[in-house]
C-alpha cells in the first residue's frame, strides 16, 4: 500500500525529528504526544528541543500543513512508536538488577488500537529488550479480535509489525537519520518489505533486514559494546590516579599503537541508550552477561568517584586557606547534559554530581550549562550562571561535560577537578 498518512507516538528526541523527516518530504504526518505543551508548541511551528536543522524543518512542515501534533491518535497508513523505555521503579526487593518498564509502550498500543485498519503498518523504534516487538503485537492483538496478527496469520496478517530502532547522534540527528543505514527487523519478510517501502520515504542509507528479535538485541549490542569501552576507560583513570599517572598522556601513547583505539574517561555514562540499554540484555540473560554488568556497575560508580575527588579540592582548599570555612567555598559545575553541545539531561552523570554536590556542601554551588535555559523546570534548585560570573565567583571548578565553550575557556584561577581532561 502507499505510505500517505504517517502517524508518530512520542514527541521527544526521536520521535519529533523522525515526523519531520516524513513531513519533509511532503507526507501528511500526524504526531502524538500525552504533553499538551509540547502539542501546543510544535502546532505552533516551533520545537521543544535543542537539535540544529530540526526547527526549520518542522516550522516549514507546519506552515504547509504537512504536520500537526495531537493528544489523541487518528487513523493512519503507519503507525511508528518512540516512546519511552525506561526503569520500573517498584523493583522486586529479590532482584538487584534494574529491569525495562514497557507500560509506556503498552500505552501507545492501547491509544492506536481503535484506529487501525486492514493492512496498516505498526514499527516499534523504542529501544527495547528482546522480545518487546512480540510483546506489543499480543497486546494489539488482545485489544483488536478482529484483526489479525503476524503471530496468529504471518504473511497474510491483516496488520503488519516490525522494529526499526534508531542510530542516531544527538547534535546529528537530522543528518544521520537520512544518511545511516537503517536495521528493518519485521515479525515476516512481508513486514520487513513494507517498512522499507516506508522508511526509503527519506532514508539514504541501506535498509538491512533482519527478524524483530535480532534487530532489538542489534542496538543492545551497539550501546552494550560502547559501554564497555568506556568502563574500561573509567577504571583505567581510577588505577592511574592511585599510581599517580596522567591518565590523559597515557591514553594517548597507548593510542599510538596502529591497533589500541582507548576511549577517554569521564565522570560516568548518561543519556537514555548506553546508560540503560546494558540492563535490557541483562535483565533478560542475567547468568550470561557477565561482562556487560560488571561494565555498567564500573561506569554508574564512577560519579561517586568524582565526589570524593570534590571533597578532597574542598579539604586541599581549606588547607591553602587556613581564615577560611566550609561556607565560604563556592563551587561551579561545568556542564550538566549526558554528553557535550546539546541539550538533554536524561540519566545524566553530570547532574546527579552537580545535585549531590548541592546536597552535601555548605556553601555556594553555581553551574554552567549553556545548551539549556535558566528558567528550565528541570533543574530546580540549580543556580545557572554564565561561564564569566562562575570564572569569578568559584574557588573550585568541577569540569563535568566537554562542550564547545569549556574548550576554548579556562579559568583562570582556582582548583580544578577536570574529569574529561581539557584543563589540565
Not at 564497555?228 to 594517548?252: G, H, M, P, R, Y
Not at 560519579?303 to 586541599?316: M, Q
Not at 563535568?400 to 574548550?407: A, D, I, P, R, S
Request: hydrophobic residues 40%; contains cysteine.
Amino acid at each position: 500500500m502507499s505510505f500517505e498518512t504517517i502517524s508518530v507516538l512520542g514527541l521527544g528526541y526521536i520521535g519529533l525529528p523522525t515526523a519531520a523527516m516524513f513531513a519533509s518530504k511532503c507526507k501528511k504526518v500526524i504526531g502524538i504526544d500525552v504533553n499538551s505543551t509540547t502539542v501546543d508548541t510544535i502546532n505552533s511551528g516551533k520545537i521543544h528541543i535543542v537539535e540544529p536543522e530540526l526547527d526549520i524543518i518542522v516550522q516549514k512542515a507546519v506552515n504547509e500543513g504537512y504536520l500537526k501534533a495531537t493528544l489523541s491518535p487518528e487513523p493512519a497508513d503507519a503507525f511508528l512508536i518512540a516512546v519511552p523505555t525506561p526503569f520500573k521503579t517498584n523493583i522486586d526487593p529479590n532482584k538487584t538488577d534494574p529491569e525495562p518498564d514497557l507500560s509506556y509502550i503498552k500505552l501507545a498500543t492501547k491509544a492506536i488500537a481503535p484506529v487501525l485498519r486492514k493492512g496498516n503498518l505498526v514499527i516499534l523504534e523504542s529501544t527495547s529488550p528482546v522480545g518487546a516487538t512480540e510483546q506489543m503485537s499480543e497486546w494489539l492483538a488482545l485489544a483488536r479480535s478482529d484483526l489479525t496478527f503476524p503471530q496468529q496469520k504471518g504473511e497474510s496478517s491483516d496488520i503488519r509489525i516490525a522494529h526499526c530502532p534508531e542510530r542516531v547522534l544527538p547534535g546529528h540527528v537530522v543528518r544521520e537519520m537520512v544518511e545511516n543505514d537503517r536495521v528493518v527487523g519485521g515479525m515476516t519478510p512481508l513486514c520487513s518489505e513494507k517498512a522499507i517501502e516506508l522508511y526509503k520515504t527519506f532514508v539514504e542509507g541501506d535498509c538491512v533486514v533482519t527478524n524483530a528479535r535480532t534487530a532489538e538485541m542489534a542496538k543492545l549490542t551497539e550501546n552494550s559494546c560502547r559501554d564497555v569501552q568506556i568502563a574500561f576507560a573509567n577504571e583505567l583513570s581510577i588505577i592511574c590516579d592511585k599510581l599517580e599517572i596522567d591518565v590523559w598522556e597515557l591514553i594517548s601513547l597507548a593510542n599510538r599503537h596502529p591497533r589500541i583505539n582507548i576511549l577517554q574517561p569521564g565522570p560516568g555514562v548518561g543519556g537514555h541508550c548506553i546508560a540503560v540499554d546494558p540492563w535490557f540484555i541483562v535483565s533478560r540473560t542475567p547468568e550470561q552477561a557477565k561482562i556487560i554488568k560488571t561494565a555498567r556497575l564500573i561506569n554508574d560508580a564512577k560519579p561517586k568517584w568524582v565526589i570524593e575527588k570534590v571533597k578532597l579540592a574542598i579539604a586541599d582548599f581549606l588547607q591553602d586557606n587556613l581564615n577560611k570555612m566550609v561556607s565560604d567555598i563556592t563551587i561551579a559545575c561545568y556542564g550538566l547534559a549526558f554528553k557535550p553541545d546539546i541539550d538533554d539531561i536524561r540519566e545524566s552523570p553530570a547532574l546527579d554530581i552537580t545535585k549531590e554536590i548541592l546536597q552535601f556542601h555548605k556553601g555556594r554551588v553555581v553551574a554552567v550549562e549553556p545548551n539549556i535555559p535558566e528558567q528550565s523546570p528541570f533543574l530546580a534548585g540549580i543556580n545557572l550562571v554564565t561561564f564569566e560570573r562562575a570564572e569569578v565567583l568559584a574557588d573550585i571548578h568541577v569540569l563535568l561535560v566537554e562542550h564547545m565553550q569549556f574548550k576554548t575557556n579556562k579559568p583562570s584561577s582556582g582548583l580544578m577537578v577536570d574529569t574529561k581532561g581539557i584543563w589540565n
